[in-house]
Structures are given as C-alpha cells and as structure tokens.
C-alpha cells in the first residue's frame, strides 16, 4: 500500500494523475487543491481518494496534512496556470515555483511545450534537478533545450509515472 499526496489535484494535470494511480485499489491518493481555479468534477469519484480544501502556500494549511499522513510520495501541481492569469497575479506565480526548489524529481508534461512548462523545465534545469519528461508528440528538435539536463524521456504514461516514482 502506498500514500500519495497529489496538490492540484482539482485541475487538469493533478487529476488525470490521480485516475491513473486509483486504479490500483491498493493505493491511498490523497488530494489536496484550495480550488481557486479547480474544480470538484475533476477529482475522481473514487473510495481511495480523498479531498483536502487547502492552500499549499499556506504553512498552516499543509502541515497538519503532512502530520496526519505518512505520505509515501508527492506530486505537486498546485499553481496559477495560464498567461493571463499569470500576468495579473506575478506575485502568486514566484511563490508556487519555490515548490520546484523543494522537489527531489520533476514529472514534466512536455506535449505542446507550452511557456509556463518550458519556464518551469528551464527553472528546474538550472536547479539541477532530475526531469522525468512525458510525451506522444514532440520530436528530437523540440527537446534539445532539455538534453544537458539530468533528463530522460518517456511517451508511456505508466512508465513515466514509475520512472518518476522509482527516482526518489
Ligand atoms: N496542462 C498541461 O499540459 C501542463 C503541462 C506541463 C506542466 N503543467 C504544469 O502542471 C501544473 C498544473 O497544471 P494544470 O494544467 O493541471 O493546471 P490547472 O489550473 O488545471 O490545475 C491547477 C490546480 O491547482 C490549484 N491551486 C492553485 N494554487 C493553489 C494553492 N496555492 N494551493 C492549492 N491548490 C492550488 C487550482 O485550484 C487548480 O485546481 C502547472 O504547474 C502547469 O504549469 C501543465
């Protein structure tokens, strides 16, 4: 059995991850999103998932969290996502990206390439932290930025998630 922490797990990225890791009954997934852009139907449905309202950025929110399980992993995805977001509120994004500081490994989504993922894969690089990358459709070209990483690619989901998983 293992215990797993997923933050923003309301959103997109948070809660495709926990389908995926509730399917093994035996996994405990507990999710943890204070909902500012997330949303309840994007949590799954699911007796081995639970929801946490709660601000990670918030240190008297999270630790009691951290306190009353014993989490075997962390996945963070808890941030302000979008441009337009991002513009209006720059103080909020230089606070969720302090979580990268805080990472052992980090589970890139890289398809589509967006900017907020190349800021964070770039950020994560200088960090010199070890970049597990998911993808079905970028070639060679569109990962070259990432090669003197300490990174590894992989277009199997499963397969990322583990490789993700078996680095800590
Ligand atoms: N969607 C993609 O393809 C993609 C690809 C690569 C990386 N990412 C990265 O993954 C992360 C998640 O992306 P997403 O597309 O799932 O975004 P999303 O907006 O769908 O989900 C983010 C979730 O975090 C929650 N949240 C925000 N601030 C929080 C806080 N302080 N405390 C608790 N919860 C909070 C929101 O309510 C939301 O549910 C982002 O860092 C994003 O840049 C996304």
Known sequence: MKTYLITGGAG???????????????????????????????????NNVHFIKSDVNLYNDIAPIFARYNFDYVFHYAALVGVKRTLENPMRVLNDIEGIKNSDVIFAV?????????????????????????????????????????????????TALYQTIWSL
Request: net charge neutral.
């Open 110 to 158: 890289l398809d589509n390439l967006d900017s907020g993922t190349l800021v964070e894969s770039g950020l994560s690089m200088a960090y010199d932290k070890k970049i597990i990358g998911y993808h079905r459709t970028c070639d060679e070209n569109h990962l070259l930025m990432l090669k003197p990483g300490n990174f590894t690619t992989n277009s199997n989901l499963t």
């Open 12 to 46: 997109n990225v948070g809660g495709t991850l926990a389908l995926h890791l509730a399917k093994d009954k035996s996994n405990i997934i507990i999710i943890v999103d204070n909902l500012s852009t997330g949303s309840l139907h994007k949590v799954p449905k699911l």
